[in-house]
Every structure is written in C-alpha cells, then in structure tokens.
C-alpha cells in the first residue's frame, strides 16, 4: 500500500481527500501544518506529499525545499487556487512533480497521484547518474528555446530524454505528429543539441512544392539548363551541407522526387540539374509528417526503401490535448512572446479563461494555441485576459457540479451569442475568410492538400491566405 501525506490547512478539504483517497487503496496521513508534517516525514516513509501552497506557518515553495533537500525518494504535488498558477509553474521547474488547481476534481486527483508515484518508483529504480559536465547542462538548456518549450506533462519530458539521446548522433529521425505539434521545433532542438549547432539548419516544407520545381529546389541548377533557368540555384541539399535538412510533409513527395532523393541519401552525393560536377554531402535529415507512412508504403504513395534510409529513429509527438498542464505552460510562453511584439503588458490569464484553455480539444495544437494567444492578446485592454478575448468554440467550456465535496464536470456548453456585427465589410470578409479556413483546416487534421480540395483553391493559394492570415506559425 502506498502511503500519502496530506499537507493542508483547511480540514474540510484535507478530510475528503483523505476519504477519497483511503476509499482507492492509499494510506493517508495528514498535517495541517509544515512543521507538523516534518515530524510526519521523519518518522515515516511516504511515496508522496500533495501539499497546499498557502499554508499558515509557511508555504509549498519552502515546503518543497525541504523534501527535495531531506527526502528526495518522496515526490511533492502542490495544490493551489487559479490565482497561483505562476507560482505553481515555478514550483515544477524547482522539482515538484505537478500542481493539482481547486476546485478539485477526482479523477484528475487520481490520475496525477498514480502517474507521479509511479515515475517515483521508476526514478528510484534507475542507477544514480553521474554529475553533469557544463557541457551537458549548457545542452540540456538549449532544449528550451523560443521555438520549443520544456513542459512538465509525462509526454514532455519523454519527448526531452529521445531528444537527449538522439541529438548527439548522426542518425536520421522520422518525427511523426498531428498537424501543429511543433514538428519544426523538435527538428531545431535536435539540431541545436547536436555537434553541427555552428551549422546551417534548413527546413524544407514538401507541401508546398510542385512535381515540376522539386528538383531545383533540392539539388539545384546551372544556369541554362531549362527554360527560365536565368541563373545557377544552390539546392538545399548544398545549403545543408555540414548541417541538417528539414523536410517537413515528406509524405507530399511525388514518387519521382522520391527516387532522386533515394540516390542522394544513400550516395551522399548531389549534382545539379543541368551540371556535371557531384558534389559531396555531409548532412544530417530530419522529415516530418502527419500522415502514416507505413500505409502510404501499402498504397504505393511512398517508397519503403526510402523509408529505411529516414528511419533510423522514430518520434511520436503527442497532441497538445494529451500535454495536460503543459497547456498553461505553453500560453504562458506564447502571451510573453504577444507583448513582446505588441509592446503590451498582459501578465495573466482569468481563471475562468484557464479552465476553457485546459477543457478545449486543441484540434490544431500548439500552432491553434499560439494564434488564440497572439489574437487574445491583441484584444486584451487591461493585465488579465478575459474569456470574450476567446474564440467562442474555446470560451465554451463545461459547466460543473459538486459531488462529495469535489467538482466534476458536465459535458454541457454555454450557449453561444452572435458575434457583434461589423460595419466595415473588408474587415468582415477577412474575418469570415479567417473563420472558413481555420474550420476547414481543423476538420482535415491541418493537412494542406485536403483543406485546398475542400476550399476549392490550388494549395499555392492556400498557403498565401494562411501566411496573410497569421496561420503558418
């Protein structure tokens, strides 16, 4: 049986939790003190404290402290109201294992206490590491950048060890993820993790490219070596060289391309369109897709040979409705990037705001995220971010209902109101425009060439509304 400690001053609260958790197989004990609980923890061994961060002899960053200095086998969750979600993000990043927001609800009491005991265990399982060297703290803090953020969900910090491991190698990494997974980011953070960081990352979207300019975007021509070929081109096989070749929506190429590249990779040699001379390749390939190869190889879509060459190691992005608290984490990061480029001050979110964050499904996952936050932030007036800054389908989020002393959800929505109608119509039609292709882009999964049949438009075109409209980020 594991065993539990309680650490929180109101009794009503910390008696249900006791309750709840006994009822679930748990050995609990409480404290409605910090000292109090010290005494607990000296005397007896426990697999985890879930702690109240306002206590009234102290608080859960002292309390942390101490168990991560004294106890390190136990692992700590704090509980908090909305309003210190800040401190409980900090509270991660100093070792907690979660935060746990009231008003609570039993199965994600539940859930996060199993995870946590469970990535305990495995923490005390695994041998003692050696310290690290500079080297591998400055790498580990490079992981963490504008284009990609450490979260602390299970997922993230899973995603963080492959990027680890891989990193340092030479290998070639399939990345495979829903549309808007950040793809990119994990593809830079390899990069910038690896001995060819002083080297050029060049990122290639195989989406937006025709059958026809696929080669010269590539491998390059001479000048003269078809009609409109007014000059030579380095290709981004060149670009790369002594770097690492992004090629986002690889599942996009056309057979042909796929052949030539085939060559390429496995010779490691390129030669222009048009030339004679080949060119020695030292590059590293990174793809990225949204689409299951292994069943475009069944149906002919995609070369298995080539497959082989790319997939030398493997990473599943989780979407962003799997991330859990993540969630908070990335909006925190995304309103920080806002004012900055906006000149604005927004400093939090209402807590009203933070439950539709964490109850929307995110179709379009962290790339939906970062344009709600950005266009949240634009209308924001005041510090806080208020629920009519969100998108409807967002700020409609499920009304609760108390059951033994916790609440749970209902799956029930607010009603939605009309938008407030707008005089100017270019202003109207670029926000219908907005709309149309944001809701067909989630219903396909964000995959281009579907959203264009669909809107009845040339992928070209679609690509040219998406970037007007801010949703290529």
Not at 292 to 308: C, P, S, T, V, W
Request: glycine share 6%; charged share 25%; proline share 4%.
């Amino acid at each position: 049986m594991k065993n539990i400690l309680i650490i929180d001053d109101e009794v009503n609260v910390a008696t249900l939790l006791s309750k709840f958790l006994t009822r679930n197989g748990f050995h609990v004990t409480t404290a409605s003190t910090g000292s109090g609980a010290f005494e607990y923890l000296k005397n007896n061994t426990y697999n985890l404290v879930l702690c109240d961060f306002r206590l009234e002899d102290t608080d859960g960053r002292e309390i942390l402290k101490k168990i991560r200095s004294e106890y390190p086998q136990t692992g700590v969750i704090i509980i908090t109201g909305y309003s210190d979600i800040k401190m409980a993000v900090e509270l991660i990043k100093m070792g907690a294992y979660d935060y746990i927001t009231k008003p609570l609800y039993p199965d994600e009491i539940l859930t996060t206490i199993n995870k946590a005991i469970e990535t305990q265990q495995a923490l005390m399982d695994t041998p003692p590491e050696t310290p690290e060297t500079p080297e591998v703290r400055e790498r580990k803090k490079s992981i963490a950048s504008n284009d990609f953020v450490v979260g602390s969900s299970r997922a993230s910090k899973e995603l963080v060890h492959q990027i680890e491991l891989v990193a340092p190698t030479n290998y070639s990494v399939i990345i495979i993820g829903e549309s808007g997974t950040g793809k990119e980011s994990v593809a830079k953070s390899i990069h910038m993790n690896s001995n060819r960081r002083d080297k050029p990352f060049i990122a290639m979207d195989c989406g937006s490219l025709t059958k026809e300019l696929a080669g010269s975007e590539f491998f390059g021509h001479e000048k003269g070596s078809f009609t409109g070929a007014l000059g030579t081109k380095i290709g981004h096989f060149e670009l790369a060289n002594g770097g690492t070749l992004f090629l986002d929506e690889v599942a996009n190429l056309s057979y042909d391309i796929q052949a030539a590249l085939l060559r390429t990779v496995q010779e490691r040699k390129v030669r222009r369109i048009g030339g004679t001379k080949e060119i020695d390749l030292d590059v590293r390939i990174i793809v990225a897709t949204n689409e299951n190869l292994q069943d475009a190889i069944r149906n002919g879509k995609f070369r298995e040979d080539l497959y082989h060459r790319f997939n030398e190691f493997g990473i599943n992005l989780p979407p962003l409705r799997e991330r859990g608290k993540d969630i908070l984490l990335l909006a925190d990061h995304f309103l920080e990037l806002a004012n900055e480029e906006l000149g604005r001050n927004v400093t939090s979110f209402s807590p009203e705001v933070i439950e539709s964050l964490l109850n929307y499904r995110w179709p379009g996952n962290i790339r939906e995220l970062k344009n709600v936050i950005r266009r949240a932030a634009l209308l924001t007036e005041g510090t806080e971010v208020q629920t009519k800054a969100l998108p409807l389908e967002i700020s409609s989020y499920n009304k609760t209902q108390t059951y033994e002393g916790f609440t749970i959800q209902n799956q029930q929505s607010a009603p939605v109101t009309p938008a407030t109608p707008r005089n100017d119509l270019k202003n109207a039609a670029m926000e219908a425009e907005y709309e149309t292709i944001l809701r067909v882009l989630r219903e396909v999964n964000f995959n281009k060439t579907k959203a264009a049949e669909i809107l009845n438009i040339d992928r070209k075109t679609l690509y040219n509304k998406m970037k007007a409209n801010n949703l290529d980020k």
